[in-house]
């Protein structure tokens, strides 16, 4: 069994989430969840089932999305860089990461074909550099037209040209993560984004921050009556739930800011029912 989760950048449109969400509807695919934020405009969807059959629900997903959303008008808190921002396989029974960093190469090929840029990352990537998501998505797609300029950022696969209407994906392999939201009683953005900066691993040896493995962003999400920090737990293991969420409530306290909420964007595994208790 493989789960994929791809990241579409649409949030608002329940219409057209809902379309592309009905490719996942086959034999041997089981969908497990849809979160949908609006101020991210963003979705996550998750499903799991036979490689095989992950596989070409992946490719129609992405395909489906490219014909659904306009990149060139989208607006959101969440950092992208194309309609499916990110695809990862992640192994969950009867498989290894080398299996689905296979499949992540031939999702690559199938939409190169298919006239659609991207990256691998992760443990798909096939450089160094582009191994962290991030750095990658640096600039996201405003930047993105400059970017596939330079030899450098040449797509892994797909066409050079700039996809204004798609933009890019990145097709990756990773271990579960966790998405993970913690609300500040705030409408100070710079501060969501000094925590953020203070926690997160940023990619960058020379910048080293409080956890290795967490990935982290302020988000304005200053009209529900609080600030955000959005993160990934990429390692929840070596980084808690529970140790990340004390450190940002010991920051926040020192500022005289107090936790609104926390909220978890799709699946968790199930060994951290504890600390969902938080």
Same mark, same amino acid.
């Given at each position: ?123 798909? $990537? =096939?450089?160094?550099?582009?191994? %962290?998501? @991030?750095?990658?998505?640096? *600039? ?5 037209? #400059? +970017? ?103 920051? $926040? =306290?020192?500022?005289?800011?107090? %936790?609104? @909420?926390?909220?978890?964007? *799709? ?5 951290? #029912? +504890?600390?969902?208790?938080?």
């Amino acid at each position: 069994m493989v789960e994929c989760v791809p990241n579409i950048s649409e949030g608002h449109d329940k219409k057209k989430i809902k379309e592309i969400v009905s490719v996942v509807e086959r034999e041997g695919v089981k969908l497990l969840d849809v979160n949908s934020d609006a101020e991210h405009n963003r979705s996550v969807i998750t499903f799991a089932g036979e490689p095989e059959a992950v596989l070409g629900v992946s490719f129609d997903l992405i395909k489906k999305a490219s014909e659904l959303i306009d990149m060139s008008v989208h607006k959101g808190e969440h950092p992208r860089m194309g309609a499916v921002d990110v695809c990862p396989f992640i192994p969950v029974a009867g498989v290894d990461m080398d299996d689905c960093v296979d499949l992540a190469h031939r999702l690559g090929k199938m939409l190169g074909e298919a006239g659609i840029p991207g990256y691998f990352y992760g443990y798909a $990537a =096939k450089k160094q550099e582009r191994k %962290i998501l @991030s750095s990658i998505r640096k *600039g996201e797609y405003e930047s993105l037209s #400059e +970017k596939l300029k330079k030899p450098e950022w040449k797509p892994d696969f797909g066409p050079t040209e700039f996809n204004s209407k798609f933009g890019a994906v990145a097709v990756g392999v990773r271990d579960f993560l966790i998405a993970y939201n913690v609300n500040l009683k705030s409408d100070d953005l710079k501060l969501a984004n000094d925590i953020a900066r203070i926690i997160r691993n940023s990619g960058d040896t020379r910048v080293l921050g409080a956890f290795k493995t967490v990935q982290a962003t302020g988000v304005d999400t200053r009209d529900k009556g609080y600030i955000q920090v959005s993160m990934n737990l990429t390692d929840y293991k070596v980084d808690s739930m529970e140790v990340v969420f004390e450190t940002i409530k010991r920051i $926040a =306290k020192l500022c005289d800011i107090e %936790i609104h @909420s926390t909220e978890v964007v *799709g699946l968790t595994p199930k060994d951290i #029912e +504890k600390a969902l208790e938080i």
